[in-house]
RNA sequence: GGAGAGGUGGCCGAGUCGGCCGAAGGCAGCCGCCUGCUAAGCGGUUACAGGGGCAAAACCUCUGUCCCGGGUUCGAAUCCCGGCCUCUCCGCCA
């Protein structure tokens, strides 16, 4: 979330940033209920000091053995003024966190201006895609003819939008993602973590799943109802909240955290969106990167991140482009981002691999983690997550790009060696 | 699942017939002095958040915070109720 008192002292200057993307006819109610949230405190505030002084001279009547109940009975009526003012603050303080959390983070200056993603600016294109003297086949159709993918069966143990991975495609899968682990751990500088794949509302909450996505995620179902834990939705839930409420000394600064991880989503609301194949799934893998920077790191740390998941598809030899989403399509925490998008052949497009993005102070705010300067007060760190890269779209993108006339699938040779040197995915023989 | 113990400042740890406790003492850190050498001594100092004053910083002031929430009371770290978490033992278990 926002910082209360950049709105409090720039109200203009926000609501202009978020023309775009939405949010900006909140942002006087904020300031006229944070107006009132300070007058009942300097209020409340006086009659507590009142009553601590009062009650510290009852104190010492008493030692002294001097009757005090007048004194009494007249600060039991201010605490029940307090105790009312109490009330009012705490209900106002709840309206403003209930509509600061609706605002959305304001995009960086340098972000292209744009209503929608159609004004997204393409910032580089890397590779050619391969000229095939055939008709490239859709990822579903080479993968079911290799016996790699079934559906079918996912269907009957399970419902739509779930998958099973056969012999060599199970192994590809797990190929790409130690692949990509191994390549941000051994060069980039992140460091791998295993975290839980369910997590309590309050995590949901602080990484800004809840209230807004609750349509979109998985949960358990429990007998006490406060108990209920969702299925991340991605891994940056688990390693975003993971420095909750924690002050990090700055030389530890910047941190670089990957983690694979399944991800699940119920994907309500795309009724019959991409239904072929294994585009989009309740249940998919993904080796996501997060990094907690300082605030004068966070942008540079963002090209970076963004260099780390295009270094995957060049590695595997795959053409892609970057797109940096305009205002108005900027995701709601972001104040900057970057998706990257891998061609599709059988499809004629480049469609969404990876989404980079810098959350600035947004993100670390509303997981409140912070971090010590050598001199100085604390303050919230800048937050910033991509994925690095989603392993089933990598799966599809490698089985399209390097399929055959035969039906046939050429394995990237970055993948051989996690592949026991296995080099072409080929049609099982006929039983 | 059963039984018990406990949650106090960066760490350890006092504090339970309610007030003089934001909290003794120790450790650690910082500043200075002294001394002199593989370290000690002396003095001072060091929490966080929010409000007000101030253009702002410094600073001043007020409020809150001794796991969380509620209650009793003029007043609660201290009493009462509820919750959460941690630890130990038993049972079960990949």
């Not at 690095?388 to 399209?400: Q, T």
Request: hydrophobic share 35%; net charge neutral.
């Amino acid at each position: 979330m926002l910082d209360l008192r950049l709105i409090r002292e720039q109200p203009d200057a926000v609501e202009r940033a978020l023309a775009d993307k939405g949010g900006a006819a909140l942002i006087r109610e904020i300031v006229a209920r944070d107006g009132e949230r300070r007058r009942l405190l300097t209020e409340v505030e006086e009659l507590k000091a009142l009553r601590n002084r009062a009650s510290e001279a009852i104190g010492q009547a008493k030692r002294r053995g001097e009757d005090a109940t007048a004194e009494q009975a007249r600060m039991r009526e201010v605490g029940e003024r307090i105790a009312t003012l109490d009330g009012e603050v705490k209900a106002v303080d709840e309206a403003i966190q209930a509509l600061l959390v609706q605002v959305p983070n304001v995009p960086h200056p340098s972000v292209p201006p744009g209503k929608s993603d159609e004004e997204n600016v393409e910032v580089r294109r890397w590779g050619t895609p391969r000229a095939f003297g055939f008709a490239p086949k859709p990822h579903e159709e080479l993968g079911e003819a290799l016996g790699l993918l079934d559906l079918a069966r996912a269907v009957k143990i399970a419902k739509a939008r779930f998958a099973v991975l056969w012999g060599p495609g199970a192994r590809l899968e797990r190929a790409l993602a130690q692949f990509m682990l191994d390549l941000h751990t051994r060069e980039h500088g992140y460091t791998e973590l295993w975290v839980p794949h369910l997590v309590n509302a309050e995590t949901m909450l602080k990484t800004g799943q809840l209230p807004k996505f609750e349509e979109q995620l998985f949960k358990t179902v429990e007998a006490d109802e406060s108990r209920t834990l969702y299925l991340i939705p991605t891994a940056e839930v688990s390693l975003s909240a993971l420095h909750g409420g924690e002050v990090l000394p700055e030389r530890t600064l910047p941190r670089r955290y990957t983690a694979f991880t399944p991800c699940y989503r119920r994907e309500a609301g795309t009724y019959g969106k991409d239904m072929k194949g294994i585009y989009r799934q309740h249940q998919f893998d993904k080796v996501e990167l997060v990094k907690i920077t300082t605030p004068e790191q966070s942008y540079e740390e963002l090209e970076s991140m963004v260099a780390n998941a295009e270094e995957v598809l060049r590695r595997l030899e795959l053409p892609y482009r970057v797109v940096e989403r305009c205002t108005g399509d900027v995701g709601f925490s972001a104040a900057k981002g970057y998706d990257i998008e891998v061609w599709r052949p059988a499809a004629g497009k480049y469609t969404e691999i990876s989404s980079c993005s810098n959350y600035a102070d947004f993100g670390g705010r509303r997981v409140d983690v912070r971090y010590k300067p050598e001199r100085g007060k604390a303050e919230h760190c800048h937050t910033l997550n991509g994925s690095g890269l989603a392993v089933g779209r990598s799966l599809i993108a490698v089985l399209e790009n390097y399929q055959e006339a035969d039906g046939s699938v050429t394995i990237p040779r970055a993948l051989r060696p996690y592949m026991d040197g296995l080099a072409r995915l080929t049609r099982p023989p006929t039983p």
